[in-house]
């Protein structure tokens, strides 16, 4: 099977997401328990969190670097299913079940279904997405269901807003302790993190595979309209506070992404007798994506 440039380049970026999953997996496994029963290494939770993200942006571009070539091929949309499994389903999975080292086996045995709840949510969303897709770039614009790198993201980013918060030695968090409650309160908040991802991690799962549940494609969103001054505005604001703190902006951007649609579908079925907007009615036909 010959391969043209274009789609050699995309599989390449796809290729880096499947290495960046790797490496997480590899992260997570060196986990080790200190004596008092806590983790020796929390920084492979944020090494490998990050490895996540950095996976995220491989998987971005490949997408629509193959359709800017004209090089989308079965190879690159069967590699990129595989690669998307990996990084963003076994290792999310993984990293929940691991973040409970030295609880009680029969807590670990149920945080066991919870991860495999998760897994199982992102293998078949990413079946469902290889026999659904579509290469062009209108196919692209929603999502029917959660996609599965906004579900790793959000495991992803709780991990690491956790382990920052627990260091509590950033210049950032001063104010915090000082004008509303104090770092201890803060750091037995983050604790309880540890406790809610296995339950979160079930949550994603169904929100993975639901076919009502519509979420917007952030990425086309910005580019792939014009927008007022005021939007513009905000999206700087955004950027600042990504590159100012991003252990606090990413988990707060995801978990709102993640809120969002179920809201507005309640929202809907309660006031108006229907989950879908009108907008959902007029345009039945919604893209699928990883």
């Keep these: 099977m010959e ?7 995309a599989n390449l970026l796809t290729i880096g997401n499947g290495i960046c999953g790797f490496a997480a997996l590899v992260k997570l496994s ?34 629509k670097v193959a359709r800017m070539v004209k090089g989308a091929t079965e190879l690159g949309a069967q590699l990129d299913s595989l690669c998307d499994l990996i990084t963003f389903g076994l290792v999310p999975a993984f990293m ?19 991860s495999l709840a998760y897994f199982l949510g992102a293998l078949l969303r990413l079946a469902r997405f290889n026999v659904e897709n579509s290469p062009e770039e209108d196919a692209h614009l929603c999502f029917k269901g959660l996609p ?10 709780l991990v690491i807003f956790q382990n920052y918060v627990l260091k509590a030695e950033q210049a950032e968090l001063k104010w915090i302790s000082e004008n509303l409650f104090s770092i201890e309160s803060m750091k037995a908040f983050v604790t309880a993190i ?15 595979v639901s076919s009502r549940l519509k979420f917007e494609h952030v990425g086309s969103r910005i580019f792939g309209r014009s927008h007022s001054w005021e939007f513009f505005v905000s999206l700087i604001f955004a950027a600042l506070l990504l590159a100012i703190v991003p252990e606090v902006f990413l988990p707060l951007a995801f978990i709102g992404y993640l809120v969002w649609t179920p809201v507005m579908f309640l929202f809907r079925l309660v006031f108006f007798g229907r989950g879908s907007s009108q907008a959902d009615e007029e345009e039945p036909q919604v893209l699928q994506r990883s």
Excluded at 40 to 62: K, Q, R, S
Excluded at 194 to 208: D, E, K, R
């Design 3 to 9: 391969l043209r440039r274009g789609s050699l380049f």
């Design 30 to 63: 060196q986990l080790q328990l200190a004596e008092d029963n806590s983790l020796a290494n929390p920084e492979n939770l944020v090494f490998a969190g990050y490895l996540i993200l950095l996976g995220m942006l491989f998987d971005a571009f490949d997408g």
């Design 96 to 114: 929940i079940f691991q973040m409970q080292l030295g609880t009680s086996p029969r807590w670990m045995n149920v945080v066991w279904f919870f």
């Design 148 to 157: 599965s790198p906004a579900a790793a993201g959000c495991v992803a980013s």
């Design 194 to 208: 540890s406790y809610i991802l296995p339950f979160l991690g079930v949550f994603l799962g169904f929100t993975m």
